[in-house]
């Protein structure tokens, strides 16, 4: 059964992963995976259980040496709780 999380690269398979707003964290899951992102002037080798970190705004390349399967993941946004709300309000409120 295939992850719908996971990327997976065949050899010489390339992907080009589009900017976004937010930063988000792309980790190897098995393989190796060549990486360069946009405005960066290194390239980088990932190998499974390694990751990193992309930008708000860049683009990335990845291509698979020789396969590689890989996750893009993105925070999740903060929810606030009705007790932190609460907190929150005594403060400004000067309590």
């Known amino acids: ?9 065949s ?3 390339a992907l080009t992963l589009a900017a976004v707003r937010g930063p988000r964290r792309l980790v190897v899951i098995s393989g190796r995976l060549w990486l360069t992102v946009s405005g960066g002037v290194d390239d980088h080798w990932l190998c499974a259980g390694e990751g990193l970190t992309l930008a708000a705004g860049h683009e990335a390349v990845v291509e698979a040496w020789p396969e590689a ?16 709300d609460a907190g929150r309000r005594l403060a400004l409120a000067g309590a």
Request: charged share 20%; hydrophobic share 45%; no cysteine.
């Open 11 to 13: 050899a010489g398979q």
């Open 69 to 84: 399967a890989f996750q893009v993941l993105q925070p999740v946004a903060q929810r606030r709780t009705a007790r932190a």
């Open 1 to 9: 059964m295939k992850d719908r999380f996971t990327t997976q690269l």
